[in-house]
Structure formats: structure tokens, C-alpha cells
């Protein structure tokens, strides 16, 4: 009977050694880095580099922008425009001093910070003869995403033509 407890003392102890030990964990050593061969191009002969002479510039595809500077203002009331659309302050609209320009887009630029804004004509005025003189008439969105405070009065614009 001795003979049986020690056996099972023993298998007992091993199994509870077991349990508490740490799992072992591989130590697994880091690849090599693979060591890229660099590509180089095969050179090519360039006549016009090999004599000396270099190609023309591309030409510009952009047309040269021009700018005229005019004055605007703000206004936030009104039931209807000249054009016949209802007025809505918080669309990108303006009104010009002179009718026949009615109905089209126009792109404007404040100066001081190169933002710029599309504006739809709609509207004309008699604010041409005013003191400063002022060309455009504006909502306040087209007047705040140019940047100016509605606190100013009357400021100077760049009408941009591409």
C-alpha cells in the first residue's frame, strides 16, 4: 500500500506541477531582410539634350486672367428680383447696376484674401449713382463667404474674366 500512495503522490504532484507552471513560448528569430537590387533605367539618347538644344515650352492652356475692381454692397431684403426669381438672402446672388447684364454668372474675388465666389445676377438697382459708387449689389452669402464683416459698407471687388 506504500508502495501504491508514493506511485500516486508522485503522478498528483506532476499533474499540479503542470498546472502552475508558465506556458513555454517559441523564441522565433526575425527573418533577414531580403536585400532589394536596385533597377536601374537603361539611358536613352535624347537628341535634342545631347546637342545642346532644349524642347519649346508647352504652351499655356490657361488663358491669362484679367480683373476689373468695382464696388459692392449688401442687401438682405426684398420680395422679388427684375429677373422674376423670388429673392432669397442665403443664395450666392447679385444685383447689378445696369439690366442687360441680367441672368448670367459672374465670379468675384475680394483682394485682401483671394477668396472667391460665383454669383447669379438677378437683380438691378439705382445704387450706380451713390456715393462711393458701387457696381454690385449683394446677398449676405456671397458677402460673408468673400470674407467681409457685415459691418462694412461699401468695398472693393475684382470681377474675375478668364
Known amino acids: 500500500m506504500a508502495i501504491v500512495l508514493s506511485v500516486w503522490v508522485l503522478v498528483v504532484s ?4 503542470c498546472a502552475h507552471r508558465e ?14 537590387k536596385k533597377v536601374v533605367a537603361p539611358a536613352t539618347r535624347d537628341p535634342l539634350r545631347s546637342s545642346g538644344h532644349t524642347a ?12 476689373d475692381v468695382v464696388g459692392m454692397s449688401w442687401y438682405a431684403y426684398g420680395t422679388g428680383t ?52 458701387r457696381t454690385y449689389d449683394c446677398t449676405p452669402r456671397v458677402w460673408s463667404d468673400l470674407g467681409f464683416p457685415l459691418s462694412a ?9 478668364a
Open 23 to 36: 506556458p513555454r513560448v517559441a523564441q522565433v528569430a526575425p527573418a533577414p531582410a531580403k536585400q532589394r
Open 14 to 17: 506532476a499533474f499540479v506541477g
Open 153 to 161: 459698407g461699401v468695398v472693393s471687388v475684382e470681377v474675375v474674366a
Open 82 to 133: 427684375e429677373s422674376g426669381e423670388p429673392f432669397d438672402p442665403w443664395r450666392a446672388t447679385c444685383a447689378t447696376a445696369t439690366a442687360h447684364a441680367l441672368r448670367r454668372f459672374v465670379t468675384l474675388r475680394n483682394p485682401m484674401n483671394g477668396r472667391r465666389v460665383r454669383a447669379w445676377l438677378n437683380d438691378t438697382g439705382l445704387f450706380g449713382d451713390m456715393r462711393p459708387p
Open 56 to 67: 519649346p515650352p508647352p504652351p499655356s492652356r490657361a488663358p491669362a486672367e484679367t480683373a
